[in-house]
């Protein structure tokens, strides 16, 4: 069975939607949660069936979020340091963190370590599409600062994902720019398109629209760019939602209107929920880790672990390793 | 009278919506209209009115928006060379064109020239807001690699338009980066940082869902960013519009409920329509260039044209000057 690792304490709202995570994650599939916290805190919030499918590590500190990433590696009782440890020490096959995401990183490059070949771990996120499919981006935040064959590797990585995690065969791999012509782009994504060309799944250059259409399955781009286009995003799609609601209440047909569409809404709230996604893979790292948002919702955290589970059974890594090896000079 | 320059002919659907639009302006306000083009194409779309505020200057070439933007510049008889240098030679006040936009910058920057002290023009736009209001967004496709004084340039030219345009006395500017924090960014945007705090309207770093909230009012980036975010938010948008529309057609009751809130998603369209602006002005050149989409609507067209009145009716590029002026070592 597999074995994984839960930062149980860092979440922005303690253990409880944490642990309620777990529960809902054990009641649709097998595995081990290794829970890493305050047992004393933790046990009380855990039915008596769930028991046997739950081991503790013992850790009384918490990093924080207002603390420097690097610090991290000084704070050894922390539960996230303890949490990612046990996959360096193959305790468990992977580790899901809804703490200081940075510190995760840090973590996971540095205790864990990166993949052969790999320069720069990248974090992907899976986006909504109209098209009822995801669209993989990466990087979405570990590296504001790239040179195109960082962008390369994150390219191998993102086809290995779609490939064995989103069971893709053939996936299409585009590299976010200003304008879909080849000859669009910045110096750094220039550079990157022609090293890019020489995987048969690269489509070229897109732009950003199609991370919500559907028309290619992973984009690349780097971690400032990621970061952005994804509040960006969350920033629409809560402006839109405003500003309906601003308008509903303006009058009783309005209401009634906005009663009757009540499914659609739920059913849109649904189709580009981040919760349905739960975490984002740091790709690049040996083993596994996902890194959750710090308010991750109990259903947050049982997709993470879905995520997770799906993951520790793939070769991905292998996949990587293999394919990067065949572009080494 | 204002007089202003319009390439009647650049637009993608021809003459007809730019024409459109030139007449909805001038029920409105009065200026002239250049209109630049083929004038027996162009006068039977105009009602006998309107004649004594149009003037024709010939041009039987159009410049394709396939062509590569610096070739514009041995185009002397398209309609959209003849636009722009009606303004260089000082026949206009503004010039308004839907076609080209490369070629449009292009023209702008060598044919009218840059304001003193500014090394790169920007495309500048108003984004919609839940808050009733719009954020200006700079630049967001003229210059995909900027180095740290271009976005201290974009800042003070985002200043100037927030205060002499925008009417905003005090107005806030924000720099796009991936968190609030001071020491975020990547190298250029760590740089911009120290130069745009001199500014006593800068705010800091803002993040990517703050362009829709209005808690400030001009946001820096480069152009290659710009771009993104702006193609990722009309993304967004209309993936949510899709996603509502194929569920409304499920049930009967949605379908009514839907039409109870026409007004509401008509609202929606209003508030975040590109029409309500339609047009970015290119900021950082002598004299007024409004950039306006080829698919622009007369909508579009006529509010293009407002945002030339009353940039060519304000003090704006004196004000960038005097400014920037302070700060040249």
Redesign the interface.
């Known amino acids: 069975m597999i074995s994984i690792a839960i930062d149980a304490m860092g979440g922005d709202f303690g253990p409880k939607p944490i642990i309620d995570g777990v529960i809902d994650a054990l009641n649709v599939k097998e595995f081990n949660a290794v829970l890493v916290g305050d047992s004393k805190e933790l046990k009380p919030l855990i039915p008596d069936e769930y028991a046997r499918f739950i081991t503790y590590v013992e850790s009384s500190e918490v990093f924080s979020m207002g603390e420097s990433a690097t610090d991290v590696l000084k704070r050894k009782e922390s539960s996230i340091f303890k949490a990612v440890d046990l996959v360096k020490n193959k305790e468990c096959q992977a580790v899901v963190s809804a703490g200081h995401s940075g510190a995760t990183m840090s973590l996971a490059t540095l205790r864990i370590g990166r993949l052969k070949n790999v320069s720069r771990p990248a974090i992907a996120t899976l986006m ?3 098209a009822n499919k995801q669209t993989l981006v990466l990087d979405v ?1 570990a590296n ?2 790239c040179k195109a064959e960082h962008l390369f590797q994150f390219g191998v990585m993102g086809e290995a994902y779609a490939k064995q995690i989103m069971r893709i065969q053939n996936p299409k791999i585009g590299l ?4 879909e012509e080849d000859c669009k ?3 750094v ?1 220039k550079e990157a398109f022609e090293l890019l060309s020489k995987l048969d799944s690269f489509v070229g250059n897109v ?7 559907g028309s290619v399955d992973v984009i690349i ?5 990621g ?14 939602s ?3 609601k ?3 209440k303006k ?1 009783l ?2 209401i ?6 009540k ?2 809404f739920k ?2 709230k649904t ?2 929920d981040y919760d349905e996604y739960g975490g984002a893979p740091l790709l690049g790292v040996k083993d596994c880790v996902i890194i959750s948002h710090g308010k991750s919702s109990p259903k947050a955290v049982k997709n993470a672990i879905f995520q997770a589970l799906k993951f520790a059974g793939s070769d991905i890594n292998k996949v990587i390793e293999d394919e990067l090896s065949h572009f080494v000079r």
């Open positions: 909504p599409t109209s935040g504001v600062d976010l720019s200003n304008g782009g910045n110096e994504t732009e950003g629209h199609q991370i919500f259409d781009c780097d971690g400032f760019v970061n952005i286009l994804l509040k960006t995003s969350e920033g629409v799609a809560s402006a839109i405003k500003i309906i601003q308008n509903i009058s047909l309005t009634m209107g906005a009663l009757l569409m499914g659609i059913n849109l189709q580009i």
